[in-house]
């Protein structure tokens, strides 16, 4: 069975880089297309976007000027950078394969 | 955008009652592509329907999800005090959006 668990700072400053690293164990990562998700304290579900081994993207239009996933096949992980950051990114980020299996979560906080 | 909305915002129910949850898109949503989730406190979201009405590996038959088009439901047959939780329906079409959420509290 597939598990993912998202590593990276949990505190990141105001106009700075969000980096977060999703490995994946049980499944090869070339095996589907890999997702990254939030959620804001006390809020609802928001998709930041996805990407295949293949290194195909799809992201959320709202955060596409500020999102950047990859992938790395050699060592079964896919990250995440967000930049110019702010409050309002402060919240859980979750990594997933496809829509299907989520990791734990990670809470990024924003804050000087 | 698709615009998902969920109704009721809560659901206040006693185990052993009967769950019906909406969620309703501003525009048309293939099957394929509409999913609900399950959610507790502290926890990540679980997968419960996928194709709007297929359980995902592992869930009870208490759930089924129904619907088409613009309209979709999530039913809990009988409420077990494990699922008194906050549910999700999501699209994945080529942008993926979802609803606001529906909070299933004990009575």
């Known amino acids: 069975q597939v598990q993912l668990q998202e590593s990276g700072p949990g505190l990141v400053k105001p106009s700075e880089t969000l980096s977060l690293t999703c490995t994946v164990s049980?499944?090869?990562?070339?095996?589907?297309?890999w997702s990254w998700l939030r959620q804001p304290p006390g809020k609802g579900l928001e998709w930041i976007g996805y990407i295949y081994s293949s290194g195909s993207t799809n992201y959320n239009p709202s955060l596409k000027s500020r999102v950047t996933i990859s992938v790395d096949t050699s060592k079964n992980q896919f990250s995440l950078k967000l930049s110019s950051v702010t409050a309002a990114d402060t919240a859980v980020y979750y990594c997933a394969k496809g829509y299907q299996s989520w990791g734990q979560g990670t809470l990024v906080t924003v804050s000087s | 955008e698709i615009v998902l909305t969920q109704s009721p915002g809560t659901l206040s129910l006693s185990p052993g009652e009967r769950a019906t949850l909406s969620c309703r898109a501003s525009q048309s949503v293939s099957s394929t592509y509409l999913a609900w989730y399950q959610q507790k406190p502290g926890q990540a979201p679980r997968l419960l329907i996928y194709?709007?009405?297929s359980r995902a590996t592992g869930i009870p038959d208490r759930f089924s999800g129904s619907g088409s088009g613009t309209d979709f439901t999530l039913t809990i047959s009988r409420l077990e005090p494990e699922d008194f939780a906050v549910y999700y329906c999501?699209?994945?079409?080529?942008?993926?959006?979802f609803g606001q959420g529906t909070k299933v509290e004990i009575k």
């Open positions: 999501q699209q994945f079409g080529s942008s993926w959006t």
């Open positions: 049980g499944d090869s990562i070339s095996s589907s297309y």
């Open positions: 194709g709007a009405s």
